[in-house]
């Protein structure tokens, strides 16, 4: 069974920095993307982040562009998000989110198919 | 790319047959997914690649289109399907969601 728990959350002022974990089991965790979805309170859901599952490409929202960082530990089935200069339109729960590749003979296509409880992260002084 | 979907809240009855829309500013071919949240929780992938079912997901759920315009449909609502649902293009990074469209019981 696939398991994604985030955390590192919490309340931070604004300019400041934090960083969330997510740790990663039941799967191949260096065969897949992962990706950190976000969802500011009462709102929608926002794509933050992705990276690759060996090579390590990243690729980022334009709101968090330059400010967040995403990395993973594939020793260690870990997930990150590094955020700095962080604002007050940043608060959201953070979802850890595991990528799906499917394949047929047309092609392939790529989908969330796994996610994590989520991480609350408050910017606010 | 945006993705706009309607409407953004609908009221049915248990039993109804359901239809929300999304429509992409640009064609995405059929990279398009479907996702159901319940408040609280984490959202939930219905369908990938506009029309294919995720495994374990009832057959009341569907999805057609392609290009632009795409639609969720259930075919016989039921009560655990009262949620907000989303779709998201997977053609081009970044990707994107649509604002939602939140079903709420009449």
């Known amino acids: 069974e696939v398991q994604l728990v985030e955390s590192g959350g919490g309340l931070v002022q604004p300019g400041g920095s934090l960083r969330l974990s997510c740790a990663a089991s039941?799967?191949?965790?260096?065969?897949?993307?992962m990706n950190w979805v976000r969802q500011a309170p009462g709102k929608g859901l926002e794509w933050v982040s992705g990276i690759s599952g060996t090579i390590g490409n990243t690729n980022y929202a334009d709101s968090v562009k330059g400010r967040f960082t995403i990395s993973r530990d594939n020793s260690k089935n870990t997930l990150y998000l590094q955020m700095n200069s962080l604002r007050a339109e940043d608060t959201a729960v953070y979802y850890c989110a595991k990528g799906a590749v499917y394949y047929d003979s047309s092609g392939y296509w790529r989908a969330l198919d796994s996610w994590g409880q989520g991480a609350l992260v408050t910017v606010s002084s | 790319i945006q993705m706009t979907q309607s409407p953004s809240s609908l009221s049915a009855s248990v039993g109804d047959r359901v239809t929300i829309t999304c429509r992409a500013s640009q064609s995405i071919s059929n990279y398009l997914n479907w996702y159901q949240q319940k408040p609280g929780k984490a959202p939930k992938l219905l369908i990938y690649a506009a029309s294919n079912l995720q495994t374990g997901v009832p057959s009341r759920f569907s999805g057609s289109g392609s290009g632009t315009d795409f639609t969720l449909t259930i075919s016989s609502l039921q009560p655990e399907d009262f949620a907000s649902y989303y779709c998201?293009?997977?053609?081009?990074?970044?990707?994107?969601f649509g604002q939602g469209a939140k079903l709420e019981s009449k």
């Open positions: 039941g799967f191949t965790f260096n065969t897949h993307a």
């Open positions: 998201q293009q997977s053609y081009s990074f970044p990707y994107t």
